[in-house]
Nanobody, 121 residues
Framework: QVPLVESGGGLVQAGGSLRLSCAAS??????YGWFRQAPGKERDFVAA????????YYADSVTGRFTVSRDYAKNTVYLQMNSLKPEDTAVYYC????????????????WGQGTQVTVSS
């Protein structure tokens, strides 16, 4: 069973908004992270949130435009993306871990399948 299932990607014009969801099935993790990977590039950190305290951290490139949040009842983490730019185009991945809270992809043990976000100019 896939522990993390993402949804919400799609095609949007520059300046538009999308909300990504990451549902954890059957378990709770202490930290959730969002990453993105454009073609031919490395997987980059976008945002992270601690499940219990709700503390958040963002990459400089998305600060002020993206917001990460959680819903206890639905065991789901969200990434609200506003003022989207063409350079935000990438496959977005949700990641989770029981102990790690940081920006390195290697720190997260669990990953979703990814969802494509395309921003047209």
């Amino acid at each position: 069973q896939v522990p993390l299932v993402e949804s919400g990607g799609g095609l949007v014009q520059a300046g538009g908004s999308l909300r990504l969801s990451c549902a954890a099935s059957g378990r709770t993790f202490s930290t959730y992270g969002w990453f993105r990977q454009a073609p031919g590039k490395e997987r980059d950190f976008v945002a992270a949130i601690s499940w219990s305290g709700g503390s958040t951290y963002y990459a400089d490139s998305v600060t002020g435009r993206f917001t990460v949040s959680r819903d206890y009842a639905k065991n789901t983490v969200y990434l609200q993306m506003n003022s989207l730019k063409p350079e935000d185009t990438a496959v977005y991945y949700c990641a989770a871990d029981r102990t790690y809270y940081g920006v390195s992809p290697s720190g997260y043990d669990y990953w979703g399948q990814g969802t494509q976000v395309t921003v047209s100019s």
